[in-house]
């Protein structure tokens, strides 16, 4: 949500603004909103993932991953859920752009079942403001369970 | 906790109002304090709960529901955590309302065990401000296990 | 991150800033950085935990346990992470001290495996700024599973 009347080179606007901009970018992904997880990276963003040989490249690659996966998901029948928390932020010298890090759970429900922990991971984000949204430039994930 | 040096439609005013709104209002879920609960929604509430064939409606029937929840945990020697994440909030037509969507879990701690979770869920809020406090109107929860 | 353009008392400030601290703070514990966690207390702190027949005192003996939980966790080749959530935060008479209130969990990742919920925790500090930056300088941490 932008907000125009905060100072948006204050901590409390960045920190915010970035823990509402995971929570939205998080249900897209959840909800297997390809198209619209897609679009809140930019257009030549890198995102490196455990299990992956390179990383993704590019809102096409972003988009099909999560197309695939959301299809995963429906066959088995189990709801995926990721949390982000534990965010701290950086500045970079460019002003346009933060670092933040977090950890990231997945929590996995199957139908009519108790959710269980699925994955726990760190994640690193190179963020940059266009037109006072966020978006995800380059991001590297890591998982706890990998040596 | 009123901030009454900040501006209070300011987005970190917002965020960062609603997240510790929620940290006390489960804290009192949580420790079984029915009355103080209740307090947190207005007096013409509405609460949509997976499981119940119909809506609590108004804070003598929320009191209620917490104080049969909070029996019965105590039988069985249970602690339950609410958690509230991935929060986003947007602002709403009218200035004193806002829409707050969250994921939330239950995390469930038997006597000497390890916790479990639960269950996952995605609360969606309408919160209203009154005398500088939060409160909410009508929420309404889902659960990832039920189809 | 010291953010020098916003008023260090609005509670926005206040509450991102000690969210900030917090995963710094956590990632020195998870990590097994005891050096740089016992800076992130005071040197007089006080840390009553579960278990311990009295509170740890002081930068050394903080140092010495995370040092003694690191070799411990590489042993037995698994992770901890450290979540802090639920965050309510209230000002004290001393201007340059908050009362922090969280729930924190501990997740256990052993290698090659599902993570697991190891801990469900209640965590309450004192913190102070110095320097523009938070410190502990008492915290309370108890178990949902002890009785």
């Not at 995926?80 to 346009?96: F, Q, T, Y």
Request: net charge neutral.
């Amino acid at each position: 949500m932008p907000s125009p009347s905060a100072d948006p080179d204050a901590f409390p606007t960045l920190y915010s603004g970035i823990q509402d901009f995971y929570a939205r970018q998080m249900r897209c992904l959840d909800n297997g909103a390809a198209e619209e997880w897609s679009l809140t990276f930019t257009e030549d963003a890198r995102m490196a993932l455990p299990g992956l040989p390179q990383p993704l490249r590019g809102r096409d690659a972003l988009a099909s991953a999560v197309r695939r996966a959301a299809r995963d998901l429906a066959e088995r029948g189990e709801v995926h859920r990721h949390w982000h928390g534990m965010l701290s932020v950086d500045r970079l010298p460019d002003p346009a752009a933060v670092r933040a890090s977090c950890y990231a759970l997945v929590i996995a429900t199957p139908r009519n079942s108790e959710p269980r922990l699925h994955r726990s991971c760190v994640c690193e984000d190179t963020l940059v403001r266009a037109d006072g949204r966020w978006l995800v430039r380059e991001r590297a994930v890591t998982r706890d369970d990998l040596p």
